[in-house]
């Protein structure tokens, strides 16, 4: 049962699939005025994206037409050119009785102003409200996964409790977040295993200080190695917590582990691959370096902060190593953004004149995009031999910035293969320049994949791959090199371990070859001419399979009798209820 106080059950959604193209749903809602259930941008908990079922009331209590609704913006859902939801039987709420309401939609309606039903979590969202006809919801929402089907092609599956699983968390140590707005700040800390062995971890989790949710921006896990003595290691710098830079890249830490910001869930690794931690085998984590980026956008004084990741591992090692590649715009160094301007495109690549070092194809099974707050859509392409194959590596049309995540994905790349990463950004409403860099007002155009097996090129791990500003670089060696580009953007590759630059890396200029103009920068939202015209919706006041057993589920199952009539339903394979967490 959804809760939207800490105390009173709300809103309960049943669904049941039919025939395999059919979606049918029971709604039990505590309102006596509308309710409105919404299938949101895959990554997305918010209204801009998201397509809804609406249900609102005429002066005289009679159900209104117009359920079918879609949204582009915070505003008030439009009404879909395309009614594809038919409602079945429905009952008003009042003060002694929830609103009950049953209807059914094809799974998949071929309407860009309908999001399709699929295998695996379905991003959703609800709302309701006391008035008859559909207004402002104020804090009766909230968003939620819900797998209406289950996905058995998806790689990542549950953790089973087991006697060789164990958990550790990362965490800041107290440390002390300054008033400055943008606070970047790194901690050393050695993998919770010393016995020699290897692990496997298997599951990363963000956990955020309940003090600071509105300070924590982002955080990195870095995989370093310690260097005793060494002034130049960062494991050394950052044993006590400091403001840092990141160390991507320098001073031991040449790999990333995983990346979280606002409103990512966690990252479960597929049952055939870890991240290998503890033991002498090459690429095994020995210390991680924790960087976290607060935005005290308020300045808040005193603040102090225990956030960090929770680790679950094993020592039953699993068939593959796994590990993390940043895309994009990797130094985070782009041209300003010029202001009062609409869809400026910005695009790095990873050529295949890079990934042909590859000695063997990934698996990719998480991607994790990421922009600041002008960006608009941000979506990946994937090409071979020259030719871009159908679809998206990840794709997000309506970007908010307080739900970022990893996607699960299930897609394999091969040596050659060439990885464009687009950002669309929108500084209509700036009056200056946004530049890009590392500050939460600067922008960013990144992209991070988790894979296996882990790729090795050379004696270090494959970590980076994208572009990085300028025309000549030094190289660990001290050799300067030029940069060829394309005409007018000065941008060169980073290829395989981050900032390492040489004559063969060095000369590849960013994009090699860019997504050609016309990318149709959003699918949602446009009008069309209707298929087929759906079942008219009815006007049923005697609800044939909600009055018979729901009514007493939604009120609070004040019996045993309901509680077991409730839990038969559902172990029969009737109607399943969905719980459901509240709030953005």
């Known amino acids: 049962v959804l809760h939207y106080e800490s105390t009173t059950p709300a809103y309960t959604l049943y669904w049941r699939v039919l025939n395999n193209n059919t979606i049918r749903v029971g709604f039990v809602v505590n309102t006596i005025g509308w309710m409105g259930f919404g299938l949101g941008e895959p990554t997305s908990g918010s209204m801009p994206g998201a397509d809804f079922f609406v249900a609102d009331w005429d002066e005289h209590g009679q159900l209104q037409g117009n359920h079918d609704r879609y949204s582009e913006q915070y505003a008030l859902p439009l009404v879909d050119s395309c009614q594809n939801w038919s409602v079945i039987s429905w009952s008003k ?37 006391n008035q008859n006809e559909l207004s402002y919801h104020l804090t009766k929402r909230g968003t939620n996964f819900v797998e209406f089907i289950t996905d058995t092609d998806l790689p990542v599956q549950p953790i089973e409790p087991d006697d060789d699983i164990y958990t550790f968390t990362l965490r800041m140590p107290n440390v002390s977040v300054s008033t400055d707005v943008t606070n970047y700040i790194c901690y050393s800390i050695p993998a919770p295993v010393t016995d020699g062995k290897d692990y496997h971890i298997i599951k990363l989790e963000t956990v955020v200080d309940p003090n600071n949710v509105d300070v924590l921006h982002h955080l990195l896990l870095h995989n370093c190695k310690f260097e005793n003595g060494s002034s130049t290691n960062n494991v050394n710098k950052y044993l006590n917590p400091g403001r840092c830079y990141s160390p991507l890249g320098s001073g031991g830490c040449d790999a990333l582990t995983y990346a979280w910001a606002v409103g990512g869930t ?28 607060y935005d005290n956008a308020k300045k808040s004084p005193g603040l102090i902060d225990q956030s960090g990741v929770k680790i679950t591992y094993t020592s039953k090692l699993r068939k593959y190593d796994a590990a993390t590649i940043m895309l994009g715009n990797v130094d985070v160094q782009e041209s300003p953004i010029p202001p009062k301007t609409n869809l400026y495109k910005v695009e790095a690549d990873c050529p295949s004149e890079c990934t042909s070092n590859w000695n063997h194809s990934i698996t990719v099974f998480g991607d994790f995009l990421h922009m600041h707050n002008v960006g608009r859509s941000i979506w990946s392409t994937v090409h071979r031999n020259g030719e871009r194959l159908p679809g998206y ?28 990463t687009i950002c669309i950004y ?48 030094q190289n660990e060696f001290g050799g300067i090199y030029p940069v060829s580009s394309l005409p007018g953007r000065q941008f060169s590759t980073v290829c395989g371990k981050f ?33 087929s015209s759906p079942l008219p919706s009815t006007t049923n006041y005697e609800l044939v399979w909600l009055l018979a057993g729901f009514l007493g589920c939604a009120l609070l199952l004040l019996s045993v009798v309901s509680v077991a009539y409730c839990k038969a339903r559902t172990s029969s394979g009737h109607y399943r209820p969905v719980p459901t967490s509240g709030g953005h």
């Not at 060095?506 to 298929?531: K, V």
């Open 499 to 531: 900032l390492l630059f040489d004559s063969n890396n060095n000369t590849t200029p960013n994009p090699s070859h860019p997504d050609p103009p016309g990318e149709q920068f959003r699918t949602f939202g446009h009008s069309t001419s209707c298929p």
């Open 393 to 420: 590596l990840n794709r997000i049309e309506y970007w908010q910035f307080n739900f970022q995540d990893f996607i699960p994905i299930n897609k394999v790349l091969y040596p050659g293969d060439r990885i464009n």
């Open 266 to 293: 966690p990252l479960i690794i597929p049952p055939q691959a870890g991240y290998r931690m503890g033991g002498d085998t090459e690429g095994a984590i020995q210390w991680f370096i924790l960087e976290i980026h």
């Open 93 to 129: 709420g009042n003060t002694t009785h929830p609103l009950m309401i049953e209807a059914e939609r094809s799974l998949i309606t071929s309407d860009p102003q309908d999001r399709p039903i699929k295998p695996g979590n379905t991003r959703v969202l609800w709302a309701y409200g």
């Open 426 to 473: 929108d500084t209509a409403n700036k009056l200056t320049n946004v530049t890009f860099g590392e500050e939460s007002h600067d922008e960013m155009c990144l992209e991070f994949i988790a894979y296996y097996p882990r790729l090795t090129v050379g004696n270090f791990e494959f970590s980076a791959c994208g572009s990085r500003k300028g025309r000549y670089h």
